[in-house]
T-cell receptor, first 112, second 112 residues
Framework: KNEVEQSPQNLTAQEGEFITINCSYS?????LHWLQQHPGGGIVSLFM???GKKKHGRLIATINIQEKHSSLHITASHPRDSAVYIC??????????????FGTGTLLAVQP | DTGVSQNPRHKITKRGQNVTFRCDPI?????LYWYRQTLGQGPEFLTY????????KSRLLSDRFSAERPKGSFSTLEIQRTEQGDSAMYLC??????????FGQGTRLTVV
């Protein structure tokens, strides 16, 4: 079982819909990241959070440390939001490295 | 500073050849990470540098792989005697102690 699980693996939505992507993890973490990856490979960091909720434009990320669960929400989705969304965690026991452990990603397609 | 830069963006090589990739991190970032991503999977940690010191290497990094970060600035990742299983996206990321990681665009390696 992966330490970081995402659901759904694939998601198709109509433009304007509210989208939720979920991430569950099984290890102690010091931080959780939501990342966006477009075709071609480049990864962009959307959020880094260790508690509560963060909002940036139409994107909202929440985390529940007790339940080891995080969600990424996209409001008023648009075709340009189409990408792979990846959840990654920084282990609490990661020592000095602070390396990230990644989920397999959620492929989002927003249709006009 | 335009962010993390990786070169080349794409590399096609014949099996058995050696390849070298370069990563230029954000200038004030002392931490540098290499990750590998195969199709449909999330990135996996390969190695970590703090300044010029290589402090952690994954078991994924076989003896055909070597990474350096002379002078604590740019880093190179070399793969010797490439195999078809080495085909992947190689991602570089940099950060400071408690900041989010900034990723490069990646180098896509295809071994034929």
């Amino acid at each position: 079982k992966n330490e970081v699980e995402q659901s759904p693996q694939n998601l198709t939505a109509q433009e304007g819909e509210f989208i939720t992507i979920n991430c569950s993890y099984s290890v102690g973490i010091s931080a959780l990241h939501w990342l966006q990856q477009h075709p071609g490979g480049g990864i962009v960091s959307l959020f880094m959070l260790s508690s509560g909720k963060k909002k940036h434009g139409r994107l909202i990320a929440t985390i529940n440390i007790q339940e080891k669960h995080s969600s990424l929400h996209i409001t008023a989705s648009h075709p340009r939001d189409s990408a792979v969304y990846i959840c990654a965690v920084r282990l609490l026991s990661g020592g000095a490295t602070n390396k990230l452990i990644f989920g397999t990603g959620t492929l989002l397609a927003v249709q006009p | 500073d335009t962010g993390v830069s990786q070169n080349p963006r794409h590399k096609i090589t014949k099996r058995g050849q050696n390849v070298t990739f370069r990563c230029d991190p954000i200038s004030e970032h002392n931490r540098l990470y290499w990750y590998r991503q195969t199709l449909g999977q999330g990135p996996e940690f390969l190695t970590y540098f703090q300044n010029e010191a290589q402090l952690e290497k994954s078991r994924l990094l076989s003896d055909r792989f070597s990474a350096e970060r002379p002078k604590g600035s740019f880093s190179t990742l070399e793969i010797q005697r490439t195999e078809q299983g080495d085909s992947a996206m190689y991602l570089c990321a940099s950060s400071t102690l408690n900041t989010e990681a900034f990723f490069g665009q990646g180098t896509r390696l295809t071994v034929v």
